[in-house]
Every structure is written in C-alpha cells, then in structure tokens.
C-alpha cells in the first residue's frame, strides 16, 4: 500500500464477539482515520483520532494510536452481522490534505 | 450533510474510447478533490490531488497522460480515462475536502470496465 498494512487481512467472527484490526503506517501523521466500506460501495467515515491523542471511543468503537511505533487499532465491541464491511486505516501526513490507505481488513460477523 | 456523488456509477466500455467519471459535492464547496483506484480486494490508491483552477499533481507511477483530471469549479471534478485498456478496468473513488476540515467526504465510486 503507499501508507502501510493492516492485519489481520481477513477476521471472521460470531456476532456478540468483539472484532480487533491493527494498522501500522510508515510516516509521521497529523491524524489517522477509519472508514468502512460495505462491497462494492464507497467509504465511510468512523472515527479520526489526532497525532497528540491516544484514545478515542465512539459508540462501539475504539481507536488507539501509539505514535512512537505508528500504529493504531480499532476495536469493534458486541460486533452486529451489519458490521461486516472491509476496514480501512487512512493517515493524513499534514502536507497537500492527502489520505493514505492501509491494506484494509476484511470483517466477516456471523449471525 | 457534505455529500459527494458520482456519475456514473458503472460503465462498460470497449478498448481504445475514453471514459469520462464525474464527482461532484452536493451541498458544499470543495476546496480539494481527490481520485482513487481501487482493484478488487485490495485498498484505494490516490492518484491525484485536484484543486479548482490548477493543475492536478499526480501520484508517482500515475500517468497524467492516461488520466486527465478537470477542477473546473469547487463543486465538480472529472477524470477522464483516455484510450482504456483491460488494464484499467477498476473502481475510481473520488473524496472531497474543504480548506481545514479534517476529513475527506467519498464518492460511492465508479466501476469501469475495459471489454
């Protein structure tokens, strides 16, 4: 990928379990991001956590950054059938506003 | 709010003719526009950064020739995939962004393919 990778590449869980993606990145950032992208579609937005923060939970999410390794994880908790999507890291560097990607991880929540 | 759509949403092509994918934010100015490929099962690679009224500056390994990127306006930019190959068959995302937000708001992408 032109940032980093992500693993695991693949996860499959049972639904109520919790679902753990890490992502590491090769640069210093300004903030990293996670979005979801369902098949085929475009990417939404989860959560954004900043270069100078190393938490941040939105509902069922939570994110970790640990700069001094660049990497970041996001926990899904009480995982849903609904929240298999492939996931994606993306870490903006602070220069020209550009994102770029991890290698995504494939989440697969079984009902 | 901060809408991003794409037109089309599919299209089927034979070799050689160009392709032209429009992205456009719906209810706000974008100061930035970015487009993406994305192959099947693997990530979205950036291609190039486009800003209304300038030239877009193109990712390494990225031909500018090949793809031809049009800002005309803060609310629209186009890509044009000229002379198509196989090759180029893909999903092309474009984002959006304005000066000093944060994030980047997606298109729901293009899928192109090359006969």
């Known amino acids: 990928s032109q940032q980093g990778e992500e693993d695991p590449q693949a996860l499959s869980i049972q639904e109520g379990e919790n679902a753990t993606m890490n992502c590491s990145y090769k640069t210093s950032i300004n903030n990293l991001q996670w979005y979801r992208q369902n098949s085929g579609r475009g990417l939404v937005h989860l959560i954004l956590i900043r270069s100078n923060e190393r938490e941040k939970h939105s509902g069922r999410l939570r994110v970790t950054l640990d700069t001094s390794k660049k990497s970041s994880s996001l926990l899904i908790t009480a995982s849903r059938a609904a929240d298999t999507a492939s996931y994606f890291c993306a870490t903006d560097r602070g220069t020209g506003n550009q994102f770029y990607f991890g290698t995504g991880t494939s989440l697969t929540v079984i009902p | 709010g901060a809408v991003v759509s794409q037109h089309p949403s599919w299209v089927i092509c034979k070799s050689g003719t160009s392709v032209k994918i429009e992205c456009r934010s719906l209810?706000?100015?974008?100061?930035?526009m970015f487009w993406y490929r994305q192959f099947p099962k693997q990530s979205l690679m950036l291609m190039a950064t486009s800003n209304e009224g300038s030239k877009a500056t193109y990712e390494q390994g990225v031909e500018k020739d090949k793809f031809l990127i049009n800002h005309a306006s803060l609310t629209l930019s186009t890509l044009t995939v000229t002379s198509a190959h196989p090759e180029d068959s893909s999903f092309y995302i474009c984002s959006a962004r304005v000066a000093g937000w944060e994030t980047q708001y997606f298109g729901p992408g293009t899928r192109l393919l090359v006969l």
């Open positions: 209810d706000f100015q974008a100061t930035t």
